[in-house]
Every structure is written in C-alpha cells, then in structure tokens.
C-alpha cells in the first residue's frame, strides 16, 4: 500500500472525490514553489502532482512549458526536486506525492539510484508521459518493485483493444487524459468524458481521476460527477506565471478544491 | 524489398523498434496508437509492388532520380590521393535529398486516408521537399519551424508559402529545429484523426527511423549499380555529413554488409567538440538519451537536460542524431568524425571554384573530411561522397560569415 492507496481508500469511505492539483518544482523560484506546496494539503488538495522540469516537454501546452523554463532557469534539477521532496515529509506523511515529467532526466540519473533517492525522500507514484506500455521494462517494472505506483494515462485514442494493455501494469490511479491534444488545452465536457470513464472503471478496479483543460472550480465540480479524481494544473501554474503570492495561490486552490468536493 | 540474412549489420530494427539499446518508442500514449497504424500501413506498403511502381515513377519523372555519380577530376587531382565521386543527390527536384523520403511518406498519407501533413524544418529543406510534394497531391500541408529559424532562412519560408503551405513559426524554448519537433509532436497528438506527421530524418519513435532509412535507401542503391558500372568494383570508402543523419543513413544502409567498404559518418563541429559544447556532434560530444520518441546519443547537460548546439548550417543544428547510427557507432561499423564551422566553409568555396558546384553547408561538412582523408590514400582508392544538397539556399550566411554584404 503507497499513501495513493491509503488515501483512495479513506475517499472512498467518505464518499468524496479526489482533488488532485499540479505545481512545477522550482517554479517560480524554489522558495515559492516550496511554500506553496507545503500549503496545499491544507488547501484541500487529496494527491499532489509535482513535475520534474524538462527542456522538451512535448506533450505540455505553452502554461507547462513555461512553468518547466522558468524552474530550470531558477537552477532547478531533479536532485533538488527529490530535495523539495524530502523537504515536504518532515511536516506530511500522509499526502500523496505523484512524480510527474519525461523519462530523460531519469534515464541520465540511472534508472534505480533515482528510484532509490525517490522511494527514500517520500514520493509514492510517478507519471511519465514519453513512457507507454511498449517501454515499460525501462521503469514501470522497476518502479513498481521499488514500491512506487507507476500511474498511466489513457486518452481518446487508448480503443478497447489497447485498454487492457493500458491498465496491466498500472498502480495507484489510472489517469485519463480528457482532450486529445496538450495540457491546458480546450475543455472537455463532463458529459462526453462521463461515459469513457466508465468504460475504463470497467476494465479495472483503480480510481480513474480525469485531467487536462479543467480551469475553474465550476468545470471541477461537472468532472468530480464522473471521475474519481479530478486533476488541475496548468490553471494553478498560470497563477503562478503571472505572479500571484503564495497565499494567492493557495486561495485558488481552495476554491478548486472546494468545487471538486462538491 | 531484399530479405535480410540473420546477423546482418541491416537486419534492425527488431519488432521493438530497437537497434541495439537504441530507438525504441518514447511517446505519449495518445500517439502510441497513430504509430502501431502508421508501422502496419508501412509494413503492408513495403512489400507491395504497386507501391514500389508509384514511387520509381515519382522518383524518375518528378525528382529526376536516379542522380548522376560524378567523377570529381580537378578534387582528385587537387587532394592528389584517392578518386573522389560525387553522388549528386544536389540535382533532385527542391535541390536536396529530402524529397527521396517525403514522397514515400506522402504516398503512405494517401494510403491512410490522411488529408492533413504536418512536418518540421530546420533550414528549411524538408520543409520545401514536403511543401512541394503536398502541392503536388493537393494536401493540406503545415510546417513548423523555429523562429530563430524563419528569420535566417526566408527565402525557404517564401518558398514554402508559394507552394501552398503554411509556415507556423515557433516561439518555444529557443526557437530552434527540436522547438520545431516538440510543436509538431503537438499538433499531432491535438489532431489524431486526419493528420499525417512527416518526419524528415532517420529519428522519432519506431517506425520513422527505418521507414525514412528506407525511402532514402535509393540514394546507396544507385552508387553500387553506377560504381559498378564505371569501375567494376565497389568503392573503398563513403563519406556523408551527419545531423539527424538520413542522408547518410540513405548512402550507407546497402553497403553495411559490405564490411570491406570503409564508412565514414561526419558530424557538424561548430566551433569545435569541447566542454563549450558549442557545437552539434551528439556522437563525438554527446551521451545516450531519450528525447523525441527515440533512445539515441544526445547533447545534454549532467541533469539530462538537452542542449541547443551550434552549427553554421541550420540542417546539422539539432542536439540528437538517428538511433541506427548511433547503434552502428557502438558496433564501430561505422566511423564518425567531425569538421568544424571554419572546415566547412572552407570546402565549401573549394568546391565552388574547383568543380564548378555549390554545394550546401552540410555536405560541405563531409567534404571538409574528404579533404583531409584523401591525400592520405592511394590513387587507386574509390571513395564516394553524398553531395546530398546545393548551396542556393546558404549563399547569404557564407557571405556573412565571409563578411561580405550582399
């Protein structure tokens, strides 16, 4: 059991949805990034999502990429993002950190020191959005016996043939990606999103939390009607971007949360 | 298509798109299905001869192929070593290689029911070749390219908007080929259902690096029948500059079983292959890692952060290289060396003024290596360089570089 499963299972029990937000390590500057993570348990936020910045984040809209050049600028890397990490576990052992990014930067570390390094400062889970199911002896495998949880995402494109394929070797969450197309892009309707998470909840006991294009508090509460978990990010990152405080952000949050709890 | 004997040096990829620990398919899952269609579409077209037939046609009538093998006499006799034959891929329709692999693709779109092609451009030349050809099948066509890019390459971007294409300039990371790719790669996971990527090198997830290798096969395939015919034998040595390689891939591939054809592979140099890493030779300066769908060597700095790079030609500028390549550099089939900005420029005005053809920036690169390789070998030394590219397009950022107003 990672603190990912400890904590659908405590929802599940109240009945709540889980909210599920996303902040850049580094981003704007380690400090800022550092006090609004340690916040956003109190926010109301169930799962944090924190991403490892990354030169060529292909799969990111413009909100993300900046967000990922702004932390490398302030000097970030993936040391210090395990750091941040570890940082955060001194006042939280219960809040699930998801470990989001591109498989580079882990590939350039070597494969089992950073898992070792993460398992150790605290992560429970990692998304890695350049590896699909065809690559998973590079670090699914791997992963899951370090006992981290390897969450994938499925997309419009993931078909009933491939599904199975998909959620075979996924832990913790199964994360569906609403739009096709880049983060932060155009918004999905909770009705037209509604019937393919039930089509993947078929196939498979995890939680499935949609994500991609959720912006407002409103557009949370339509999506926590038929997900399990709702997850937000490039809408926290652009309050970042244009230089709200920390307390701001937070504020932000809240609100997001408040909406994805119903 | 010839069959491939076990243990052969081009029997790869494997069915995990791997060449050795190199290649593969790093991509998001949305696209992971577009890619397994687009390999069974291939796989299907490989072995079709009417597929073949149409291309050959293309291939004939359209580009002009097969390009001459021209007997370099005055280089010969300037370098007073080895017999130097240019392979004049510079004669093709758009002026480079480029278009060898683009009509194979576009045939494939057509093939797929794709209306839409998307492709990235660094100097501008794949960008041109797949410009031309959607025109010539009335295909919608989008070509990214970096900002910095469209800036120092406008006559490529007025080229493509009189074929018919729209150029969208890309303002991300540095503005550079990989921004190009990286927007690309985004458009196509945004519009899955009637696009069609066309990727102009040997990189990207599996099928691309095989698939382009093959289209430009054609280029190592002519060379042995034209050798054979004007000396009887096979060449002793191929020299071909390297950016993400498919010109080289092209020349190379049908000879890698021929294990006594030495083989030479020229990176871009920049300002030379040092810690300054102001330059774009991922082999000679660079280490494996994954980026653009594929495992290959890469500029990247300790955190595994990719580098920009530096070459005087747009078309070598690009932090990564083909992953066959980089297979064949670990196996040591292949040698890869590199010459500098300053080499570059200056073979380049050599071979201006002794063979009357001017050639572009990146071949000039492969022929700054045949300048310091021949003198040092026998008369009776056959090697072959790919002229993959004319000048035309370079002739304002010599003069700059010449200090010359033009």
Redesign the interface.
Known sequence: MTRIDTKFAELAKAERTAFVSFIMAGDPSPQMSADVLRGLPAAGVDIIEIGMPFTDPMADGPAIQLAGQRALEAGMTLDKTLAMVREFRTGDNTTPIVLMGYYNPIFSKGVDLFLAEASEAGADGLIIVDLPPEEDSELCLPAQEAGLNFIRLATPTTDDKRLPKVLQNTSGFVYYVSITGITGSAEASAASVGPEIARIQAQTDLPVCVGFGIKTPEAAAEMAKVADGVVVGSAIVERMARGDSAEQVLAFVAELAAGAHG | MTSHAPNSYSAGPDA?GRFGQFG???????????ILDLEAEYEKAKTDPTFWAQMDDLWKHYVGRPSPLYFAERLTEKFGGAKVYLKRDELNHTGAHKINNVLGQILLARRMGKKRIIAETGAGQHGVATATVCARFGLECIVFMGATDVERQKPNVFRMNLLGAKVIPVT??RGTL??AM?EA??DW????DDTFYCIGTVAGPHPYPAMVRDFQSIIGKEVKEQIMEREGRLPDSLVACIGGGSNAMGLFFPFLDDEDVRIIGVEAGGHGVDDRMEHAASLTGGR??????N?TY?L?D?????LEGHSISAGLDYPGIGPEHSWLNDIGRVEYVSATDREALDAFQMCCVTEGIIPALEPSHALAHVAKLAPTLPSDHLLVMNMCGRGDKDIFTVAEALGENI
């Open positions: 995990q593969g398919r790093f991509v998001s899952e949305t696209l992971m299905p577009l991300s990371g990989k921004d990286n790669l985004r996971v945004t519009n899955v494996p890692g994954v980026l653009h769908g495992r890469l990247q300790d955190d595994g952060q990719i």
